[in-house]
């Protein structure tokens, strides 16, 4: 079984400030990874997905996020933080196993940008 | 672009009535994914289908009932609704079930 782990359930960060969300996942066999977006009351907007093949995913909005096997971990970055990316965000895991769109997701980070 | 169509958007119902939530995937994608986000937490996935046939169940109640119809659209049926029942529910849709699934703006039941 696959489960995913978001270390960080807020982080409150100032704009045009660098940010880190972390994302730790388990599972014994292979994973698609993803990150989701949520902003209030609005359905889920996917930002980036790794699949396979280059380890650094870019995805919208200046996200990009970097798997590491070795460390199960799948962290979202961005350089520097807008006002408008205040929202929740969730990392999420599939199987690639005829399983592609049933997503585990993880508990979610609630990004709050201050001015 | 083609998006996946969820109606109701907002539905409010009573505890004990029965609600119906529909939704209409990208043309051509073949499998449909239900989601349920309670208040605060992280979608859970309830149950999938593909070719119109269920292809996996997740945490759904036995209270709720799904089905993909012969134009692809997936109804979620769910009976003898409950207060824990409010929640959003997500509807994504695949072409085939190993690709990216692509999520509807949901529709929100509250039940009072």
């Known amino acids: 079984a696959q489960s995913v782990t978001q270390l960080d359930s807020q982080v409150p960060v100032f704009e045009e400030a660098p940010v880190e969300l972390r994302c730790n996942y388990s599972?014994?066999?292979?994973?698609?990874l993803f990150w989701y977006v949520q902003y209030p009351n609005q359905g889920l907007q996917l930002l980036l997905k790794y699949l396979s093949g280059s380890t650094l995913v870019k995805g919208i909005n200046g996200f990009e996020a970097e798997f590491n096997k070795s460390q199960t971990s799948f962290h979202l970055r961005k350089p520097s933080v807008h006002i408008s990316d205040t929202a929740e965000y969730f990392c999420?895991?599939?199987?690639?196993?005829?399983?592609?769109?049933?997503?585990?997701f993880g508990q979610g980070t609630e990004l709050s940008v201050k001015p | 672009a083609a998006g996946v169509i969820q109606s109701p958007r907002h539905l409010i119902k009573e505890k004990r009535e029965t609600a119906t939530l529909k939704c209409y995937p990208i043309?051509?994608?073949?499998?449909v994914y239900w989601y349920q986000q309670g208040p605060g937490q992280d979608p859970q996935f309830l149950i999938s289908?593909?070719?119109?046939?269920?292809?996996d169940k997740g945490s759904i109640p036995d209270r709720f009932s799904a089905q993909q119809f012969s134009d692809y659209h997936s109804e979620l049926n769910m009976s003898s609704l409950e207060l824990g029942d409010s929640a959003l529910y997500f509807c994504?849709?695949?072409?085939?079930?190993?690709?990216?699934?692509?999520f509807g703006q949901g529709t929100r039941l509250t039940v009072v």
């Open positions: 999420a895991v599939s199987t690639p196993m005829g399983q592609g769109g049933k997503l585990i």
């Open positions: 599972s014994s066999v292979s994973v698609y």
């Open positions: 043309p051509r994608h073949d499998t």
């Open positions: 289908f593909y070719e119109k046939m269920q292809s």
């Open positions: 994504a849709s695949s072409w085939d079930r190993d690709t990216e699934a692509f």
